[in-house]
T-cell receptor, first 112, second 114 residues
Framework: AQSVTQLGSHVSVSEGALVLLRCNYS??????LFWYVQYPNQGLQLLLK??????LVKGINGFEAEFKKSETSFHLTKPSAHMSDAAEYFC??????????FGSGTRLLVRP | DVKVTQSSRYLVKRTGEKVFLECVQD?????MFWYRQDPGLGLRLIYF???????EKGDIPEGYSVSREKKERFSLILESASTNQTSMYLC?????????????FGDGTRLSIL
């Protein structure tokens, strides 16, 4: 069965600092992996997706994620945090079917 | 851009009422989904429809039903609302073709059952 673990329900960084949000997955088949962002009182917006074309995936708003098969990880990074990055971030995994399995989310706080 | 529209952003209902949540997508997607989102639990799948008049139960279907009479519209029905159904409800859609297709989400409906 597939599963996703996001380490840290809350992450706090200073504006301009590196953002690192951790995601580990479990899958018996080569997975498809996604990061979504949710701003307050809104739905989920796709940040980026991994579909086996390249291990380093670039997304919107300066975010990127690296697929590491040996570590079963898909961590999300951004070199320099901006106040507008404050939101909740969800990692999700899928096999070849329709179903997405979501992690429990990480709330990013950005300090001025 | 894909547009998924949920009919209400906020809704307040009373226990025992029959509640309808509506979702419309404009991209001719075959697959549509209803999730509920609760703090600390992430998103949990309630029901899924892979095409018109087709549906499958998700992980937490109890107390809910769905209707998909037209391709663009997917309705979630709370047959007899209870306070434990107070939650954020999210609708999503995706095309059937192509593995690894992402789901596209609406803005959500925050439902309170009093």
């Amino acid at each position: 069965a597939q599963s996703v673990t996001q380490l840290g329900s809350h992450v706090s960084v200073s504006e301009g600092a590196l953002v690192l949000l951790r995601c580990n997955y479990s899958s018996s088949v080569p997975p498809y992996l996604f990061w979504y962002v949710q701003y307050p009182n809104q739905g989920l917006q796709l940040l980026l997706k991994y579909t086996s074309a390249a291990t380093l995936v670039k997304g919107i708003n300066g975010f990127e994620a690296e697929f590491k098969k040996s570590e079963t990880s898909f961590h999300l990074t951004k070199p320099s945090a901006h106040m507008s990055d404050a939101a909740e971030y969800f990692c999700a995994v899928s096999d070849s079917s329709y179903k997405l399995i979501f992690g429990s989310g990480t709330r990013l706080l950005v300090r001025p | 851009d894909v547009k998924v529209t949920q009919s209400s952003r906020y809704l307040v209902k009373r226990t025992g009422e029959k509640v309808f949540l509506e979702c419309v997508q404009d991209m001719d997607h075959e697959n549509m989904f209803w999730y509920r989102q609760d703090p600390g639990l992430g998103l949990r799948l309630i029901y899924f429809s892979y095409d018109v008049k087709m549906k499958e139960k998700g992980d937490i279907p109890e107390g809910y039903s769905v209707s998909r009479e037209k391709k663009e519209r997917f309705s979630l029905i709370l047959e007899s609302a209870s306070t434990n159904q107070t939650s954020m409800y999210l609708c999503a859609s995706r095309p059937f073709q192509g593995e690894g297709q992402p789901q596209h989400f609406g803005d959500g409906t925050r439902l309170s059952i009093l």
